[in-house]
């Protein structure tokens, strides 16, 4: 018996991606990409369309015969995208440079096999960055990738984890049904346009551990796009690691979507979890008497988009406060 499974990643750039002095020459000349899908359909067809820059596709099978593994491989690997920029006033496409896949040898136990698969490579366009050597100035285009771990069982089950990434641009995971599973929790353009060349990167022998987060509901990508592109703007701001957004009992009426980073929620010094990018909090105070029900804190450098809880859908923020409760929960 053939049991077969699969994980992807899809690297994106985001528009709140690239931030600092960067952010002005990416948007004078470059482009950042339209959202990604909950679901992959058709990866070939997003590949067409220009609408990734990366891709890793992890798949594996074994061979099961009477309980017992007898033969076992890779299948899928890495895909490459394009750069587009724009040039005295026309456009013109740069293929990005596929790195070699790196497949580990697959580890086989008892019941089960995991494969482990690092795909990327070099953007399609050169970018200047400081060395500490004359003439302190290289142009070279730094590398992009995702490590994905596999793990296929003789019982027909699987799973998957994110082993490494580099710090840009944004990676989605989808498991083998393609639903969007996981987000990298935090885009780092500056240190991974410094960093991320030779020995630095998993073939120099070196990998970036990932900090990836779990997908935030359909309803707040939703609301995300009403608060980012509806009537009212939002103000942009960020926290240093550790600061707070808001602490229990406080009162309060703003809503906030984390653009970028990793939140952690507390209740009464307990932490109940941690939020990722696309999440939206702080609705519960709006709409149940104005007291924040929980303390909200950086857990890495994050930026967020802040607008008036009157600003929004009060049937829409209840909807939502539904879907959250996790300070109920914990109780």
Known sequence: MRIESSVTSISWIPSEAVQGMSRLPFEMVAHYDPPLPDRIEDLDALAAGDRFRFANELRAWIEVEQGRIVAYGYSGGGRIGSTTLRLAGKTATFAAVALPDRQQVPVVTDGCVRFVQTAGGRTGV??????????????????AWTTLGLT????????????????????????????????SGLVDSKSWSQRAFGRHTPWGDEDSPAMVTEVESALERELSARIMRGGSKPSMGTLRKDQTLVSEGDSGSDVFLLLDGVLTVEVKGAVLGQLGP?????????????????????LTPCRVATISGKDLDPRVLAELSTGHRREGSAR
């Open 152 to 183: 296929v069982r003789t019982d027909g089950s699987s799973s998957h984890d994110v082993v490494g990434a580099s710090s840009f641009p944004r990676h989605w995971i989808y498991d083998e049904e393609g639903r969007l599973v996981l987000k």
């Open 126 to 143: 050169p970018a200047p960055r400081r060395v500490k050597y004359p003439p302190f100035v290289q142009i070279s285009a730094p590398l």
């Open 278 to 298: 696309g999440a939206v909090l702080g609705e519960r105070a709006v709409i149940e008497g104005g007291n924040r029900t929980a303390t909200v804190r950086a």
